[in-house]
């Protein structure tokens, strides 16, 4: 039995939950899925700023769970503290937006990705993960989360409309960004015409096949744990991790 | 149950075992490992020229499996005709190379990668993958694979000894690069300060993992299956293939 | 008179005193230098999970000066949050790190930056600012913020040599990495062949020149400010900026 | 006398005629043009499928005139198998989208690229040969080789319509991409605002130029002859060439 | 005292008088601003042959002001020889462009960059400056200076329309290109989304930043001074600082 | 018959013949190599200051020939105001380090340069011409012109030193940079492991080449002559081409 935990990085659990179907649809047979929900933050996460706080609450919410999972999927589309994740638990730790590009790598020459609202910042993640190169192309459709729960084919039909555009730039494989948007790859799928890449379908994939490879944890490296580490004001299980 | 053929690249039925019992090792208990040697080409491949013969071989090759596997992994260290092999098969396509640097970016900030022989190839390949700025060096040691078969402690001492400099460098995660290392990242492991990489066992997973995502075949793009396409001098199988 | 907010990022008020020491140094006659050290976080930060904890506690840190000063110093090597800080305040925010790479762009071709210990997420910072082809080289010194309190002597003489090796390399410029660094630039000056760059130091003067042109607030963009955003667990003061 | 030889990469005898009188259009007076088409391969190249296939044609075409010309020209859009030629061959070899872009650089700032179909490989192959950043863009024109030969004026009136395009993009150079476009250059050129490259003529004066230059086969690196190279399946000359 | 040399490029005394007026409004109360243009050289450059000559003219003018100055803005707005001066005097010399690109660094992710004319030289110099990554898009008016004095409004509204522009791209600032344009950030300022960005007063503010850092001048690299070196046909202040 | 200016940069007449004897070695049996020598500049340029005043002397000389020859070289090794040049001539103008470097391309994979003095303009040059993905390497002997008259054993086992290095780095050729290093490509050729390039002779067979083409003029872009231009206290040959 593989524990996955899929941690949101927004308050609101109804998030959560489309992130944990979305995982679950996606786990192999022997894969249990383990969603958690922060203690604080953004009850969504739409700006740099809402973003940065999560960074301590995921990593808040994962430390809780340290040695009770076998693996770490971070529901959260940019990727929040995710090298951050790895250096704290003893498990490896998957990004979705991270683990959707790399799929797409895998498919064809570059990917685009659509999302909804700004894109800046997705192109600033793809820039750090190094991948500026495998990108044709990003769109935001003028659309909410709760556009896509209010009136699903409109915001279907604005999605499709961009991934035609992205596919008529170059994109062999389209990621589609966003917690919110979990799930919405298996739908639109058969309607367009190159893959489609749901995050936490990626990387819940990715998460086993890093438990599968049974990698030792560094003991060198820019991820290697920490030990003897002071600090104040945090959770007792992040600050039992930083002592090491 | 899914058959992954393992498609070796040079015509040593030898470096074909040994990288299909690497992929035995990682592969998943339904997977089925089918390894294949192509008809014509190098005896092993270690130059430029060895390998882009090696391209039209391999494609030769798969055009025997298509609709009879589920995947393909490429065991060629340059990842040798993989967009083409994409384009070619109905199937998931996955390059032992490509799939373990995709991996290592899975572990950290910046990867290296050693060798046996020249590093030149890697570097570009690196580059095609646009994975140049997640790497933070190449090695290639001065031994064969012969040197491998003969006089093991000696090789692994000589990798060693690379991969920890490779650490000094930056690498939170090492690549060992090449069909004639399948296997070593296994037994180096334990000595090694960061994670290690088997580009065989890291495509087994990535395989399997594109499977279980059962994603459609691309209708557009650069590698959308061709169709009606006239050659000369083709097996009959490549043949088809060409003509749809 | 212009108050210049120096926040420190991790809980040692030693380091708070030195950084604010090095901005007054700096400062112009009318500005004032206003201290600060975070609720939360590591005693001292030195890996990527204390940083990425440091980003909400700077914000915490933050948002109770909102309003309140002219312009914020990060006194904190990874210019973390620099963004999410920027949305944050309704003045100028400037990262040590950052202040110092683009002062140093403004002396020649590149520049080189020395630090105590590893040097991968300076790497990383330095390439996330769109500044890594200006970047000639990093190099770590082998001692701890405790070692440059002891023996300054050996320290210093560290430092040189590595300041050296950059110049040889190609360096016009060397920036001094690291809030524990503050101050020591204008120490080794007289000594090195090329200009040290002090992050606090340059980070008051970019202040100070941001706040004299003066500029509005953008209203569009990825560092607009927030407003009507809903969130828990936060800070009255954080909590009440997202709300706008 | 100087012998070059003209390689076409597809079977179609047509297509070599083509490539072999703008090779004559080109060549200096002391020039001979030799062309040559493939024993086997895809009658037209147009998907990456056919052109991974092609490097191995081509390889076995250019062996059977090892020693007996004094340069190659690739006469294929892709500078298929470039660099295993560049191995295989005692003597220059040079690519026709490889001879256009480094002369399109010797003509201004950045160049476009205008040809038929599909235009990703196209953009691969320039950041393959490491000139992106001289790129200003790619356009491809929905028209065939056929339609080229059918209605020469409507194809003219498309490619001219992007070439301004591209121009009003940046562009102080256009060069002409693919075998078919060969002498195409000559006849539009009066017609655009920037000067047209031809592949095919820019090969054959760069070809012309490194025999003059006279320049050594190298003893090392990755281009260096290989030799005791076995191999199974290949041509006679092919195999005897890596033989050594 | 703080004397700023406001050294124009073009020798056409209203283009200086405009920007020492920018310099003015933006210099601290103790900097005095001296503004100078060259004995020769075009009216007004707009080109890059223009340019190329500029360098120098402005050399030639900066020489006569060595030692008698305490920093040096290059009102110019490729800025032209900036390495160069800054080999040559004994005091800070900073571009226009280049300094209004840096600060725009410090308001939020990328910004864009608006001119009058053709933007490929500033999508060069951006490149030479190491910014390429941080510029999100170009975009040339069809106007002139001329036409800037003529019809102030519609110049303005053409410069508003593709600020805009800019903005919907990903522009997190906007920096307004060119000496002709000295100014009219601060007019167009409150009608834009974003920040506008005037080079001259960005020069003259990091300007008094570096006099007020206080460096030494380098004893080695790429810009430490020359001596010892003879020429024919200079000025004569020229000549005797190549001297040393 | 083909005229093609030799234009050295520097005032001093004996590396003019030393250029002008390697262009004449390399030139094609009809060409005719006009040496030239500038009215005023740096004897000899070494420094970013003497060669941004080599700009303006290089016009001044290409405009007194303008119309009188055929194709223009330009004998400075940082291809000073080179795209300039492009603009005042109507004739081809190709750089020597530019020409070298260009071929090198068509050499191999990557290409190193070796030079007398610093290295770090070259890594400018090259980075403008864009072909930094192409460079494995530079150095920089500690050598001057005068050495290399004085002592040409000793140079030269400087250089093969480097040139060893380089190639153990991943050069498959390297450029002689310099003028001062005409001619030495085709001393050192036998010895060296790799193709060695003489930026003269590559130059003069690119110049050749380019004539050969008969492109015409740009009418539009970067490089398209100026016309209508007014300046003051130009030679009457440059101010007579601004005016067009």
């Known amino acids: 039995m593989m524990r996955i935990l899929v941690a949101n990085a927004n308050t609101t659990d109804a998030i959560t939950e489309l992130c944990a179907a979305a995982a679950r649809a996606a786990a192999a047979p022997g894969s249990e899925i383990i969603p958690a929900t922060p203690r604080f933050g953004a009850a969504v996460i739409s700006s740099r700023l809402e973003n940065a706080i999560a960074g301590h609450a995921l990593l808040d919410l994962l430390a809780g769970h340290a040695g009770q999972v076998e693996a770490v999927v971070l529901a959260v589309s940019l990727d929040t503290a ?41 192109r600033e993640l793809i820039g750090r993960h190094g991948l500026a190169a495998r990108l044709s192309g990003l769109r935001g459709i003028a659309a909410t989360p709760q556009d896509a729960l209010r009136d699903p084919p409109a915001v ?76 104040k004001g945090l959770s007792p299980a992040l600050a039992a991790l930083l002592r090491g």
Not at 87 to 111: I, K, S
Not at 161 to 168: F, H, P, Y
């Open 156 to 231: 279907e039909a604005m999605l499709l409309q961009e991934i035609d555009s992205l596919v008529a730039e170059g994109a062999d494989a389209v990621v589609l960004g966003g917690a919110a948007l979990a799930g919405m790859a298996a739908r639109l799928g058969p309607r367009a015409p190159v893959p489609l890449l749901d995050g936490i379908a990626c990387a819940v994939k990715q998460a086993e096949a890093l438990v599968a490879l049974n990698l030792p944890r560094p003991r060198a490296g820019s991820v290697a744990p920490v030990a003897g580490r002071d600090s």
């Open 82 to 122: 995710l090298d951050a994740a790895r250096q704290l638990m003893p498990c490896p730790v998957v990004g979705m937006t991270e683990a959707a590009c790399l799929t797409a790598c895998l498919l064809g020459g570059r990917f685009g990705l659509v999302t909804m609202g700004g894109v800046e910042t997705y």
